[in-house]
């Protein structure tokens, strides 16, 4: 049995193979493994997106955090980082007494990681009173101030002549070390 | 002269059944390079996306640990504060106490009030107002209490008393 094929029809036939060829090679050389490629990184994407979310969540977490502590101690943060000013001191607390002088302050050693300063007062009080006054005050001052001891009240004809140390607290700095 | 009736058809290379075989590749070829082209397209994407993410992941690591650092600096300072105003409160509540705890007949002239001790100066009418009235809510409140006496010039008796809170390492070390 003789097959009659033309030479065109032997052409498309050609043509077909090739064609049919190129659309294999291409989809298992080219198309399949970039489409692994894309589920990969589709998946590695979708992690990665996880991961930020938990770390925007979290970071978000802590932002409302910082912001409420900073908002409900705003005094508290004020007051350690305000540097020590014995004129602005006795200014806001002469009302106390009938006469206050506060000394320069001196550095002592650092305490928790803050700075701390030793003030010498000497003032005069009629009644001790004001000085529980002042103590209440002091817990609203610009400045992280302990009252510490000795403290001495002497009677001084109708008033009474009181001298005491104070500590003041401040934020670490470095630069704060010479003063 | 012609042969025929009928004119002849035009011989062409694109009969019906090459065009719909060229119709059918040219469909598959253009869906698969639409598809590789999708593809393409979505990987740079991917690309792209994975880039900013880690820049975003990068900079909230870098912001994580300096908010962490500012809230703990805000707890000590806030747990220091509180110490601080609580022990300025009890300051004013034990000077006040003190001050309470002298009677109307004793007056004080000099008090010296220490983190463990007390040392008060003052006039008293007579050694047992002093005993009575002041030297024993002290000893309720002192581990240790010592009392010297001298005369004023107004027949009074000057006082001084001392009084100590020994520290619970020295009481332990005593027993």
């Keep these: 049995m003789k097959i009659n094929l033309s030479r065109q029809t032997i052409y498309l036939f050609a043509l077909c193979i090739f064609l049919l060829i190129f659309v294999l090679a291409f989809s298992f050389a080219v198309l399949i493994p970039k489409g692994k490629e894309y589920r990969i990184k589709k998946s590695e994407l979708k992690k990665e997106n996880l991961e930020l979310k938990q770390l925007s969540d979290f970071s978000i977490e802590k932002e409302v955090t910082l912001q409420k502590l900073q908002n409900d101690n705003v005094h508290i943060i004020t007051a350690f980082e305000t540097e020590f000013s014995a004129d602005r001191f006795e200014k806001q607390h002469k009302s106390f007494f009938s006469s206050l002088s506060v000394s320069k302050k001196s550095k002592l050693e650092d305490e928790d990681g803050f700075s701390v300063y030793e003030v010498n007062t000497t003032s005069k009080i009629s009644s001790p009173k004001s000085f529980y006054g002042f103590l209440d005050a002091i817990n609203k001052s610009d400045w992280m101030i302990a009252v510490n001891f000795p403290i001495n009240f002497k009677r001084e004809g109708e008033m009474i002549s009181s001298t005491f140390t104070m500590r003041v607290y401040n934020n670490a700095k470095e630069s704060n070390s010479s003063k | ?175």
Excluded: C
């Excluded at chain 2, 820049?55 to 703990?72: C, F, G, S, V």
């Excluded at chain 2, 609580?86 to 009677?103: A, E, G, M, Y």
């Design chain 2, 1 to 175: 002269m012609k042969y025929s009736y009928i004119n002849p058809r035009k011989k062409t290379i694109f009969t019906r059944d090459i065009q719909l075989l060229f119709t059918f590749f040219i469909v598959t070829l253009l869906m698969l390079f639409s598809a590789y082209s999708f593809l393409v397209f979505r990987d740079n994407r991917f690309t792209q996306e994975m880039t900013d993410i880690k820049l975003q992941k990068d900079e909230y690591r870098t912001n994580i640990p300096k908010m962490e650092n500012q809230i703990a600096a805000i707890e000590k300072q806030v747990l220091l504060s509180e110490k601080i105003f609580t022990k300025n409160i009890v300051l004013r509540d034990s000077i006040n106490n003190l001050f309470d705890l002298v009677p109307n007949r004793i007056t004080l002239s000099e008090a010296k009030i220490m983190e463990n001790a007390l040392i008060l100066y003052g006039i008293t009418p007579n050694k047992d107002v002093y005993n009575f009235m002041l030297q024993a809510p002290l000893r309720s409140i002192f581990h240790r209490t010592y009392s010297s006496f001298y005369p004023a010039d107004n027949g009074w008796l000057r006082f001084v008393s001392t009084n100590y809170i020994d520290n619970e390492e020295e009481l332990s070390n005593e027993d």
